[in-house]
């Protein structure tokens, strides 16, 4: 809180650039600002947590460890810089068919996992990211399952690619 307010009046003073803005194409940086938020909603990022997010962007994006170590940088700014879910779920929600949208719910369940329990802060932005992503409550669950069930090897297929 005390960084926000930090944030607020130095831009009000001029002293920093206002945050550029997210384009639509930065749907792999939405993505993983949400697993951002996710890992850290619960007031820690712990090891697992860092070395879960390195893997999933990695595996699903098909990024090299450099690639992916940047992006995750960059999402960690930009997910700071962020007032709400809706600037990372509406460039996801542009560029992404339905598909794509389920597959980052599974991540974000993933990401929840990924310190050995889902907190409740955790569980309810998964429920919120995927309603404003249209995933329905249904799905909602059934991913939580599937992503449970696989937790000792998750899949090692590349992530969904945007639609044209």
Same mark, same amino acid.
């Given at each position: 809180?005390? $960084?926000?307010?930090?944030?607020? &009046?130095?831009? *009000?003073?001029? +002293?920093?650039?206002?945050?550029? #803005?997210? /384009? =639509?194409?930065?749907?792999?940086?939405?993505?993983?600002?949400?697993?951002?938020?996710?890992?850290?909603?619960?007031?820690?990022?712990? $090891?697992?947590?860092?070395?879960? &997010?390195?893997? *999933?962007?990695? +595996?699903?994006?098909?990024?090299? #460890?450099? /690639? =992916?170590?940047?992006?995750?940088?960059?999402?960690?700014?930009?997910?700071?810089?962020?007032?709400?879910?809706?600037?990372?779920?509406?460039?996801?929600?542009?560029?992404?068919?339905?598909?794509?949208?389920?597959?980052?719910?599974?991540?974000?369940?993933?990401? =929840?996992?990924?310190?050995?329990?889902?907190?409740?802060?955790?569980?309810?932005?998964?429920?919120?990211?995927?309603?404003?992503?249209?995933?329905?409550?249904?799905?909602?669950?059934?991913?939580?399952?599937?992503?449970?069930?696989?937790?000792?090897?998750?899949?090692?297929?590349?992530?969904?690619?945007?639609?044209?």
């Amino acid at each position: 809180m005390f $960084d926000a307010l930090k944030s607020l &009046i130095s831009e *009000l003073t001029g +002293e920093t650039p206002a945050p550029r #803005p997210l /384009e =639509a194409a930065d749907y792999q940086l939405a993505a993983a600002a949400l697993l951002v938020h996710i890992a850290s909603i619960d007031g820690e990022f712990d $090891d697992d947590e860092r070395a879960r &997010i390195q893997q *999933l962007i990695e +595996e699903r994006f098909g990024l090299p #460890p450099g /690639e =992916a170590r940047a992006l995750i940088a960059d999402a960690r700014e930009s997910e700071r810089e962020a007032v709400d879910l809706y600037r990372f779920t509406s460039v996801l929600k542009r560029r992404l068919d339905e598909d794509g949208r389920r597959q980052v719910v599974g991540m974000l369940w993933d990401m =929840a996992h990924a310190d050995g329990s889902v907190h409740e802060f955790e569980e309810n932005v998964v429920w919120r990211v995927a309603e404003l992503l249209g995933v329905s409550t249904r799905e909602r669950v059934e991913l939580r399952r599937e992503v449970r069930e696989n937790l000792a090897s998750p899949p090692q297929e590349t992530w969904y690619r945007p639609k044209e």
